[in-house]
């Protein structure tokens, strides 16, 4: 089975701290992505990348940066936390048409960090 | 760019009652379509999938979805539901020019009352 491990289930910072959410899946995906989870907006793509040391933006990239060094690990970076990113933040993997049984689109998911900014 | 369109937030049924979900999409193109469910607490999962062939795709826990390419829709139903199916559930798409990203509906959360 896909495993998606996220560093930190439960984070609380404080407005304008640095915050780093970590990520590492462990069947040699080529995607990564970050989104984050608010009711009633569903699933927001922040950034994505499709190998190492690329990085796309999402639909709201403001406020986020990201970073992926190694294939199985890439992680989300908030310079300076806002009250406004308090929210859950879900990584999730794919693997290219073709490759390792993947089909296009279909994503596996972390548990989540759920970030409180104060 | 595509946009999906989940019309209910919250839906409440008791236990044996039949559900469908409706979901939307704006894309005129090829797509994937997918349903996702998140149960309290945990991660999100794959519950179902249509890719091409039989529109009427059937998932895990007795789900199913139809797709219908003239309506742009990709409703999830179930026609008995239990208690254990309380949970948020996402529909989302992946147009074919859209490489390996998938856009999001806003989700329902599933409310079964025993």
């Known amino acids: 089975d896909v495993k998606v491990t996220q560093s930190s289930r439960y984070l609380v910072k404080r407005t304008g701290e640095k915050v780093f959410l970590e990520c590492v899946q462990d069947m040699d995906h080529e995607n990564m992505f970050w989104y984050r989870q608010d009711p009633g907006l569903g699933l927001r793509l922040i950034y994505f990348s499709y190998d190492v040391k690329m990085k796309e933006k999402g639909d709201i990239p403001e406020g986020y940066s990201v970073s992926r060094e190694k294939k199985e690990r890439f992680s989300l970076i908030l310079e300076s936390a806002s009250t406004n990113q308090t929210s859950m933040y879900l990584c999730a993997s794919s693997s290219n048409p073709g490759t390792s049984g993947g089909a296009s689109g279909e994503l596996f998911f972390g548990e989540g960090s759920r970030l409180t900014v104060l | 760019a595509q946009s999906v369109s989940q019309h209910n937030h919250h839906v409440i049924l008791s236990e044996a009652a039949s559900l469908e979900l409706g979901c939307n999409y704006s894309?005129?193109?090829?797509?994937?379509l997918f349903w996702y469910v998140q149960y309290p607490g945990q991660h999100l999962q794959l519950l179902l999938k249509?890719?091409?062939?039989?529109?009427l795709v059937k998932g895990i826990k007795g789900f199913e979805a139809e797709f219908i390419k003239s309506k742009f829709s990709f409703n999830l139903r179930k026609p008995s539901v239990q208690w254990s199916d309380t949970a948020e559930y996402f529909c989302?798409?992946?147009?074919?020019?859209?490489?390996?990203?998938?856009?999001f509906g806003g989700g329902t959360r599933l409310m079964v009352k025993p």
């Open positions: 989302a798409v992946n147009a074919h020019n859209a490489g390996n990203m998938l856009t």
């Open positions: 894309y005129g193109g090829t797509v994937n």
């Open positions: 249509y890719f091409s062939g039989d529109p």
